[in-house]
């Protein structure tokens, strides 16, 4: 172990908050409190708060699993285990075909193993099929902010920009429960004079914070949205100067807005005429205004509409590459946003580089030392690919993700999972993934293991490693580098990650993420850089860029992109058969698929179960009192939980937390369908029935 404290960055949320490591009395590590980075001042959510925990031993993975002739998961040594996956990937290629190897990652690994997956997959194994769970994570934020801005970075301003603005809409972000000490950030707006108005069928603990509160039915934000512009064109509201100078195709955007009138808004949305108004005076009164967007609307299979509609609003409103005013995504998972950028993703080459752009393959195999015909196509989305295991194909390698918890349909991509001919998963515990492999392999943690991640801002930070992993443990890099010798590609898979940021650096170099003028000794000298950071004259580094577009936008011409949207109906809509709504969410002790944090006691006992989150008329109607069990039914299955009631959830939505596996999985009920452009699943919102279960 190190003998000093080390300052770090939290394992879990984008929000990348700030930590010390010191060393604890039992030989590990425990956290103390870090003040000089500037996001979290020293603020921890419970999460990271306890996060060592699962450094113990006990807790997690230390010897690689395979699976035994008689079925059961038996430790076993490095190379056998490695041996057995080199194995099934050369067999399953040759009789195959390369595409028959998967590659599925995940937006918690770090930007060097983001970077080596996505060559490990096109190089070593030679297959388009790779893709990672930021999928389902923010794809439509990043598709919207592409068509409108040319580039796609979830904060286009640093958080520290949000107190000084005159509004924010929070659209579907429960931001005081997924990432508290983000929180101040919207009291501070408050106590300076600003007004906060949130989006959210439910009355979270953030919505109690809000100005106004707009409660809308599941799956209508694009109406809202519309409903909005619609008002702000009526009342005179729009920016002309703006619209002129500034973007592009205003006029069909206007048009399809004008479409949208308050009272058919007010209709579809349950949202009232007078609250639209209200919510338009708010945010055009200031001379500074924002809308931060998270998986609420993103997660539809409209998501990337509804995400135009609230670009539109802002560019109309002259709201967006001017300072203390814009459009952002609130992205979830600890390296979201990096982990889109640097060629994990089906369609995408390092440095936010497209797969189907020739120079862009010539730039990147240039740097990799290989043919640019040799690399592959754009594969297919997560979903698309979970759902072709066993079918085309027959082997997947997977890297920090728990798809049985998170992906939609889960009792349908576990039954695919199970069809696979070979499974190999890399992970620090057994997930449930992770329990239908047949070789698992123990790798290293954030505290165990040095690399950068990129948090929700654009800030690329340092993680350093404060502790010596234990014995059985190894890098998902040695994974990588051991596995490309057993495949015969010797050269260019180093284990140190200091390594593989200089070939990221040089990969990502002219790219829209431009990582080349970041160095591992400025993230450690600074409180991280954002990008773009291009390199130039080590005597004038440049400084990165903490402010996108404020003097073009990253389009051809400059200017933003107005995209002509309307409203439609989400994929499954309410019937007699199933007249509810659900709509599904986290839970401030509990992280994502739970992989990690349900093994976490303090966590645990905060926060021990799922739950069905309903309204007191809702639960009448049911016959259910608070803590019945009530099973919650869809067209893809069943899911039984306590019921939770509660006068904040609107009558005709029921709320669950989709942390957990086992018989309250919420993602069993989850609809698949995907939005034409992301492809990412519409998890927000689905139709179910409600049953009284006997017995419970
Ligand atoms: S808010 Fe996110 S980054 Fe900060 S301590 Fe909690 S989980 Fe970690």
Not at 662 to 675: H, V, W
């Amino acid at each position: 172990m190190q003998p000093t404290v080390t300052p770090t960055h939290c394992p879990y949320c984008a929000l990348q908050c700030g930590m010390n490591l010191a060393p604890a009395p039992d030989g590990g590590v425990e956290v103390v409190e870090r003040t000089d980075f500037p996001v979290n001042r020293g603020a921890l959510c419970g999460k990271g708060r306890t996060a060592p925990a699962l450094l113990s031993p006990g807790l997690r993975l230390t010897s690689p699993l395979v699976r035994s002739a008689t079925g059961e998961l038996v430790e076993a040594g490095w190379d056998e285990a490695l041996d057995r996956i080199a194995g099934a990937l050369s067999a399953a290629r040759t009789e195959h075909g390369p595409d028959a190897l998967g590659v599925f990652g995940g937006g918690g690994l770090t930007n060097e193993k983001a970077y080596a997956l996505g060559k490990f997959a096109r190089v070593v194994l030679g297959t388009s099929q790779i893709d990672y769970n930021g999928r389902f994570c923010m794809s439509s934020a990043a598709a919207g902010g592409m068509k409108a801005f040319g580039l796609d970075r979830g904060l286009p301003f640093p958080l520290e920009d949000i107190p000084k603005t005159g509004c924010v809409i929070l659209v579907g972000s429960n931001l005081a429960e997924t990432m508290p000490p983000a929180l101040r950030y919207l009291t501070e707006l408050r106590e300076n004079g600003g007004t906060l108005i949130v989006i959210d069928p439910r009355r979270t603990r953030t919505a109690e914070q809000a100005d106004l509160h707009l409660a809308p039915r599941p799956g209508t934000d694009l109406a809202l949205a519309l409903g909005l512009l619609h008002l702000v064109v009526a009342e005179g509201r729009t920016d002309e100067a703006y619209i002129e100078d500034r973007t592009g195709g205003w006029e069909a955007a206007r048009a399809a807005a004008m479409a949208h009138w308050p009272e058919y808004v007010e209709r579809i949305t349950g949202v009232s005429v007078p609250q639209l108004r209200a919510a338009v005076r708010m945010f055009c009164e200031p001379e500074h205004a924002m809308v931060l967007t998270a998986r609420g609307p993103e997660q539809q299979a409209k998501g990337t509409d509804t995400v135009s509609a609230w670009i539109n609003l802002c560019l109309a409103t002259g709201r967006a590459g001017r300072p203390l005013s814009g459009y952002g995504c609130l992205t979830g998972q600890g390296n979201g946003q990096g982990g889109r950028e640097h060629g994990q993703k089906a369609d995408q080459l390092p440095g936010y580089r497209k797969l189907t752009d020739p120079a862009a393959r010539r730039h990147v195999a240039e740097v990799w030392g290989v043919a640019p015909d040799s690399l592959p196509g754009p594969g297919r989305s997560a979903y698309e690919l979970l759902d072709a295991l066993g079918q085309d194909i027959r082997t997947l390698l997977l890297m920090g993700s728990n798809p049985v918890v998170s992906a939609p349909r889960a009792a349908h991509v576990e039954s695919r999972l199970r069809s696979l001919d070979f499974l190999a998963v890399c992970d620090v515990v057994l997930s449930e993934t992770a329990a239908l492999a047949d070789v698992v392999l123990p790798v290293t943690q954030w505290a165990e293991e040095t690399g950068t991640t990129t948090s929700l801002e654009g800030r690329v930070l340092l993680r350093r490693q404060a502790l010596t992993p234990p014995d059985g443990v190894r890098s998902d890099l040695y994974v990588m580098r051991e596995l490309a010798d057993r495949l015969g590609v010797e050269k260019g898979f180093p284990t140190d990650p200091r390594e593989v940021f200089e070939e990221l650096r040089r990969a990502s170099a002219g790219g829209p993420a431009d990582y080349s003028g970041i160095t591992y000794e400025r993230l450690a000298e600074e409180s991280g850089v954002f990008w773009p950071c291009p390199a130039q004259d080590p005597a004038d580094a440049h400084p990165g860029t903490p402010r996108l577009f404020l003097d073009r936008f990253a389009t051809d011409d400059g200017r933003a992109r107005f995209v002509a949207v309307s409203y439609r109906e989400s994929a499954e809509e309410p019937d007699a058969e199933y007249p509810v709504l659900l709509t599904t969410g986290r839970v401030v002790a509990q992280y994502q698929s739970g992989a990690q944090t349900r093994r976490v006691a303090e966590l645990n006992a905060a926060a021990p179960g799922p739950f069905v989150e309903m309204h007191p008329r809702l639960a009448e109607r049911l016959g259910a009192a608070d803590g019945d069990a009530v099973a919650v039914v869809s067209r893809r299955g069943r899911a039984v939980a306590p019921a939770r009631i509660t006068d904040g959830i609107r009558p005709d939505t029921v709320f669950m937390p989709f942390h957990w596996a086992g018989e309250g999985r919420a993602n069993t009920l989850t609809n698949p369908a995907l939005d034409p452009t992301s492809r990412m699943p519409e998890f927000k919102v689905c139709a179910v029935r409600l049953e009284t279960v006997s017995g419970a």
